[in-house]
């Protein structure tokens, strides 16, 4: 994450959600979920996270059905 990347180098991180249009709140939660991951490892997290959602809309669906 660009955010994450912009506040190791120093930027002051209420001006970085100002910027962006989040809370300090959201910025420490991404940092606490993506601190000291590359891109490609989030990339792949994301991923999972989808995979996973998907999974669980399929057994919601069957235990409905």
Known sequence: M????????????P?????????TATFYNWRGKYGGM??????????LEA???AA???RRREDQG
């Open 2 to 13: 660009e955010a994450l990347k912009r506040a190791e180098s120093g930027i002051a991180v």
């Open 56 to 58: 669980q809309d399929v």
């Open 51 to 53: 995979e996973c959602a």
């Open 15 to 23: 001006e970085i959600c100002r910027e962006l249009g989040i809370s």
């Open 38 to 47: 590359d891109v490609s490892l989030m990339a792949k997290m994301r991923e």
